[in-house]
């Protein structure tokens, strides 16, 4: 109930989950009663019908709370909600089992001697862990390890938003390159966009980011190396007169705030900018 009446303080905590958690605050924020259905009813029964009929199955492991979504309130912003790991799970569900054949994503304990392991697996038809190559910094090399993200795009969570919203509404991309997103090319159309979106009350909706570069992280962090790369937010408000945007990250309260709109286009564009 708490994350619906503050659907920006939804967040991924230690998990590779940055854009289905902006779709969730987006649901939360816009249909709050089919966010705590789709909580309750996964929670109680393992599976989810979607409005559309299709039937979500979660597996049993799955609806255990990980470690820090056992401990309410959190003591650290940031971090994730077991409500949220719900709301995480069903979603990416609902778009990898409409896959042909179809996959499923579950959540496990993280493994402590694996560097980065969040615990996420997606699963094959026949309940086999998918693997990726993935760049091992200790030996320099391409190693083959369990895929540990969702791998869910932006066109697949456009169209779960569809489903539960009912709105024809798709994230804003500044790269040109997605497809089926609502592209704009330069920072005047995307503050032109911004404030279609405004008229409409469209917010919030998610924008793909540089995390790497300000003006997500700060220039400090940039200089020490953040590690982060692509980063789904979401544009909560839009201030024409000031000329910014308020950006709820899913990194944590403290790291949501207000942002010149050239910047980010600039940043979401691919033009990093490392300090202003």
Not at 123 to 141: F, M, N, T
Not at 144 to 150: E, F, M, Q
Not at 193 to 198: A, C, E, T, Y
């Amino acid at each position: 109930m708490h994350q619906c009446a503050h659907p920006d303080e939804t967040d991924q905590g230690h998990h590779n989950t940055c854009a289905p958690t902006a779709e969730a605050e987006s649901i939360l924020t816009r249909n709050p009663s089919k966010a705590a259905e789709m909580v309750v009813t996964t929670a109680l029964t393992g599976q989810w019908t979607a409005p559309d009929g299709k039937v979500i199955t979660i597996d049993k492991g799955s609806l255990q709370p990980g470690v820090e979504e056992s401990v309410y309130p959190s003591k650290d912003g940031g971090q994730r909600t077991f409500a949220t790991q719900l709301l995480n799970l069903t979603m990416v569900n609902d778009a990898l089992q409409r896959l042909v054949p179809p996959q499923y994503y579950v959540q496990r304990r993280a493994d402590d001697e694996t560097p980065g392991d969040t615990g996420e697996r997606r699963l094959d038809e026949a309940g086999k862990v998918i693997s990726a190559h993935k760049y091992d910094a200790a030996s320099h090399s391409w190693v083959l390890k369990p895929d540990n993200s969702p791998s869910v795009d932006d066109q697949q969570l456009d169209q779960i938003d569809k489903r539960v919203n009912g709105r024809d509404l798709n994230n804003l991309d500044a790269r040109g390159g997605e497809t089926g997103a609502d592209t704009v090319h330069n920072a005047r159309e995307f503050a032109e966009r911004l404030h279609q979106l405004q008229q409409q009350g469209g917010f919030p909706l998610r924008i793909t980011v540089d995390a790497n570069h300000t003006p997500i992280i700060d220039y400090q962090s940039v200089q020490a190396g953040s590690g982060y790369s692509d980063h789904a937010v979401s544009i909560d408000a839009y201030d024409e007169k000031n000329h910014r945007v308020y950006l709820s990250n899913q990194w944590g309260k403290q790291n949501d705030k207000w942002v010149d709109v050239e910047d980010l286009f600039n940043n979401a564009h691919g033009d990093k900018v490392h300090e202003k």
